[in-house]
């Protein structure tokens, strides 16, 4: 959906979950607490940016990952306006019968609290991309043939190589990338 009708393309995502999850902790959190669904919004291409970067020479130590998880604030807006629109729909739209209520409405009832709950609630959404940049520039990690620049033999094929998030699930792109390997692979 578009956070806002006048963009040209949708830049969110909603997602239906069953059952409504309950304020525990760990793996209970998963659980649902209540019958009913959740509506998520989810940020199609955030403009927070990530970072990845070695720790130390040792190539046995993790590496320091910045996630800059809503670091930029016009994350929050889209997702804030994102929310609203979907109210919207809720209140003109019967589901499954019923009109929908939003059960969190009464803590972020304005703007503000809503973009302070974005700020405290909103989690990544696991879609990592472009740690290995693909590209034919002289920044990018690998080449259009996956190959990893300036190391003999050896190639990438993972959404780690996609030069941009796709506006929607990870797991399309990285299919395309595993059957573009093979090809590249079975063709020498």
Do not use: W
């Amino acid at each position: 959906m578009r956070s806002d009708p006048a963009l040209a393309r949708a830049d969110t995502q909603v997602i239906l979950g069953a059952g409504i999850p309950g304020r525990h902790a760990g793996l209970r959190a998963m659980l649902p607490a209540q019958s009913g669904f959740i509506l998520m919004v989810n940020q199609g291409q955030p403009f927070s940016r990530a970072a990845i970067g070695l720790r130390s020479a040792d190539p046995l130590a993790a590496p320091v990952i910045r996630s800059g998880h809503l670091a930029d604030p016009r994350d929050r807006a889209v997702l804030a306006n994102a929310v609203e629109r979907l109210r919207d729909l809720l209140a003109e739209h019967a589901i499954g019968g019923s009109k929908a209520r939003d059960v969190d409405a009464d803590r972020y009832c304005n703007c503000e609290s809503l973009l302070e709950t974005i700020a405290r609630r909103a989690i990544s959404y696991h879609h990592m991309v472009g740690a290995c940049r693909m590209g034919s520039d002289q920044d990018a990690v690998v080449d259009l043939s996956l190959r990893v620049n300036r190391v003999r033999g050896l190639r990438v094929a993972d959404t780690s190589i996609a030069p941009l998030l796709v506006n929607g699930n990870t797991a399309p792109l990285a299919l395309m990338i595993g059957e573009r390997a093979a090809d590249l692979i079975a063709s020498g």
